[in-house]
């Protein structure tokens, strides 16, 4: 094994208020910086990161446009609980919504995320 875990980083045009919103629905710290924020577990085993970018253009979903490259999947007990929740905290809801077992929803900056169950 090379590494420990991964990290993953995300630009946006925000990092402290995206990685807040993240870090509600996770349960996770944040740690922020200028233009730079860390969301982590307790126990410190996985990272994500949002770095402040000027003049981010937000993914188009569901076109390509300005590709998403990369979501998050979220794993929930109940989609209809979490999306509420996750719509409490700033998150919108696409009309288009390509499948049942997961829903599609949109972080305040703009980047597309999944809701899943099992």
Known sequence: ???MYPSFVMDCPDAGALARFYAE???WKVEARDDWADIKPEDGSNCISFQQVE?????SWP???VPQQMHL???VRDLD???AEVLKLGAT???HQPGTTFRVLLDPAGHPFCLCVD
């Open 1 to 3: 094994m090379i590494a």
């Open 25 to 27: 629905i996770l349960g």
């Open 55 to 59: 003049n981010f253009k937000a993914p």
């Open 63 to 65: 076109g390509q446009d």
């Open 73 to 75: 999947d979220v794993m």
């Open 81 to 83: 609980e979490a999306e």
């Open 93 to 95: 809801k696409p009309e």
